[in-house]
């Protein structure tokens, strides 16, 4: 995902957010598709931890699975530099990490 928005691809879809209509069914259909499939991977990804007892599966709700994207998001949308691997890292590390060791 860094890849892309980082790329070509992801100056075009800044763009394009920048400029649609945010109630138009185009951008409804975008962010749902891009909502899903953030969501889908991060859920598999934990989901995969809790089978091998290194997360609770109390953790696992929709909103902590929702985190890690949005900040990616935020940077995206609004910050100045690319979507590094040292924001990934510092995002998984600082943010993602703990909050699914923490309790529920």
Known sequence: MADVLSGPAGKGMRGL???A???SQHMRDARS???GL???VMEAVVRKAAERGEV???AIRS???EV???LIHQHFLFGAAPVSDELIVGIVDDVVLPLFLSAP
Request: glycine share 14%; proline share 5%; aromatic share 0%.
């Open 17 to 19: 957010l920048s400029e």
């Open 33 to 35: 598709l891009v909502h």
């Open 63 to 65: 909103s902590r699975l």
């Open 21 to 23: 209509p945010s109630d």
């Open 68 to 70: 890690g994207h949005a």
């Open 38 to 40: 953030g969501r889908g």
């Open 56 to 58: 609770a599966c109390e």
